[in-house]
């Protein structure tokens, strides 16, 4: 791919050029950069109308489901005109739309253990907007073992959470939470309901630390600590997430004379 | 003392809607227990069976979360802010 930009892209990308951190330099990593979106839902939509608008290289999309109507309060990537086709198509050509420079992969499928690493493996950043806690724990596990950077995020009602993982350097989902709920104890956004803007804006977020992490910014990543953002009292919080030397995804794995020694089960 | 607690979402069924309660303890085990005796049903959502914090929630205390402190033993001060943080999953 070309390291200059065109007179075109010069001017469809110029406000953000003009943005000292990110530069012309910054715009033509992100023209080489591949960046994965699990998802093209709640989350996956803003991410990557943004991503595409942002002119990133490479946009691949994995969904397995079609846009159905109870979709379109929050999935801006799908229109009414949309209801029943595969999700993955309907963002392919909304996508395409807005910017044909970028290069759009779509895979209609879900992301599971049997094809997750052949399909993380390709990017360099991973976007998770998946609605289940077995995918994102997946998502993370695969791209720590790979070594890719990925945003998490949840969302539920009026309530959103997120975190950037760089493998290597900083805490990983798993670092913060140790396993799945069960079942019971989940609220999803089928069953729980969720406002189509809270998706929205947690959605950009994970934009923004992919453009962020691409272009080389990396100091004021969502590294190392969960952001939580509460619409109904409008308040953002951010905690701090703190690497597990005992994770079982990123730490290293304990010896048998440090398990003795510390007495660890494996926790 | 008095320590402030914030309440996540699929929690604050339990506090009529209250983001942010006020609860008094020493320490965090005591301020759960306060929380139940005014919201009966909360300690089971943050605490399994054997009393210990659930691997999908995380309780910080300002801004730190307590399994690298003390965990439920992690002392409180007056105006200390808890922070109740559950994983969450949607996303669709």
Same mark, same amino acid.
């Given at each position: 791919?070309?390291? %200059?930009?065109?007179?075109?892209?010069?001017?469809?990308?110029?406000?953000?050029?003009? +943005?000292?951190?990110?530069?012309?330099?910054?715009? $033509?990593?992100?023209?080489?950069?591949?960046?994965?979106? +699990?998802? @093209? &839902?709640?989350?996956?939509?803003?991410?990557?109308?943004?991503?595409?608008?942002?002119?990133?290289?490479?946009?691949?999309?994995?969904?397995? *489901?079609?846009?159905?109507?109870?979709?379109?309060?929050?999935? $801006?990537? =799908?229109?009414?005109?949309?209801?029943?086709?595969?999700?993955?198509?309907? @963002?392919? !050509?909304?996508?395409?739309?807005?910017?044909?420079?970028?290069?759009?992969?779509?895979?209609?499928?879900?992301?599971? *253990? =049997?094809? #997750?690493?052949?399909?993380?493996?390709?990017? *360099?950043?991973?976007?998770?907007?998946? *609605?289940?806690?077995?995918?994102?724990?997946?998502?993370?596990?695969?791209? +720590?073992?790979?070594?890719?950077?990925?945003? =998490?995020?949840? $969302?539920? %009602?009026?309530?959103?959470?997120?975190?950037?993982?760089?493998?290597?350097?900083?805490?990983?989902?798993?670092?913060?939470?140790?396993?799945?709920?069960?079942?019971?104890? $989940?609220?999803?956004?089928?069953?729980?309901?969720?406002?189509? #803007? +809270?998706? &929205?804006?947690?959605?950009?977020?994970? #934009?923004?630390?992919?453009?962020?992490?691409?272009?080389?910014?990396?100091?004021?990543?969502?590294?190392? %600590?969960?952001?939580?953002?509460?619409?109904? !009292?409008?308040?953002? =919080?951010?905690v701090d997430v703190k690497?597990d030397p005992g994770?079982?995804?990123?730490?290293?794995?304990?010896?048998?004379?440090?398990?003795?020694?510390t007495g660890a089960?494996?926790d | 003392m /008095?320590v402030?607690v914030?309440?996540?979402?699929?929690?604050?069924?339990?506090?009529?809607? /209250?983001?942010?309660?006020?609860a008094?303890g020493n320490n965090v085990k005591a301020i759960v227990e306060d929380?139940?005796?005014?919201?009966?049903?909360?300690?089971?959502?943050i605490c399994d069976?054997t009393g210990k914090v659930r691997r999908?929630v995380n309780v910080y205390v300002n801004g730190d979360d307590i399994r690298f402190q003390q965990n439920l033993e992690t002392s409180l001060k007056e105006?200390d802010s808890i922070s109740i943080v559950? /994983?969450? /999953?949607?996303?669709?």
């Amino acid at each position: 791919m070309s390291m %200059r930009l065109t007179t075109d892209q010069i001017e469809r990308y110029s406000r953000q050029i003009m +943005v000292p951190d990110l530069g012309g330099k910054g715009q $033509i990593r992100l023209r080489q950069a591949r960046v994965l979106v +699990v998802g @093209a &839902g709640g989350l996956g939509s803003p991410a990557a109308l943004y991503l595409a608008a942002a002119g990133i290289g490479t946009l691949g999309i994995i969904d397995p *489901d079609r846009v159905e109507l109870s979709n379109l309060q929050r999935q $801006i990537l =799908h229109a009414t005109t949309d209801i029943g086709r595969p999700k993955v198509d309907s @963002a392919k !050509t909304k996508l395409g739309a807005l910017n044909p420079d970028v290069q759009i992969d779509v895979y209609p499928a879900r992301l599971e *253990d =049997h094809n #997750a690493s052949e399909i993380i493996a390709g990017y *360099d950043f991973v976007i998770d907007g998946s *609605d289940n806690f077995p995918t994102k724990f997946l998502v993370n596990d695969t791209a +720590v073992k790979l070594g890719i950077a990925f945003n =998490h995020a949840g $969302i539920v %009602r009026l309530q959103g959470q997120t975190m950037t993982v760089i493998p290597g350097k900083s805490a990983c989902y798993r670092c913060l939470f140790k396993e799945p709920p069960p079942p019971e104890e $989940i609220l999803s956004c089928q069953q729980a309901g969720i406002l189509g #803007a +809270v998706a &929205g804006t947690i959605g950009s977020i994970q #934009a923004t630390e992919a453009i962020k992490y691409l272009t080389g910014f990396e100091e004021g990543l969502l590294t190392d %600590r969960l952001l939580t953002y509460d619409a109904k !009292t409008m308040k953002f =919080h951010s905690v701090d997430v703190k690497k597990d030397p005992g994770c079982s995804a990123c730490g290293k794995p304990a010896t048998t004379a440090q398990k003795l020694a510390t007495g660890a089960s494996g926790d | 003392m /008095a320590v402030k607690v914030r309440i996540p979402t699929p929690l604050r069924k339990f506090t009529q809607g /209250a983001d942010e309660v006020s609860a008094q303890g020493n320490n965090v085990k005591a301020i759960v227990e306060d929380l139940e005796k005014h919201f009966p049903g909360i300690k089971e959502r943050i605490c399994d069976e054997t009393g210990k914090v659930r691997r999908f929630v995380n309780v910080y205390v300002n801004g730190d979360d307590i399994r690298f402190q003390q965990n439920l033993e992690t002392s409180l001060k007056e105006g200390d802010s808890i922070s109740i943080v559950p /994983a969450i /999953a949607g996303g669709y």
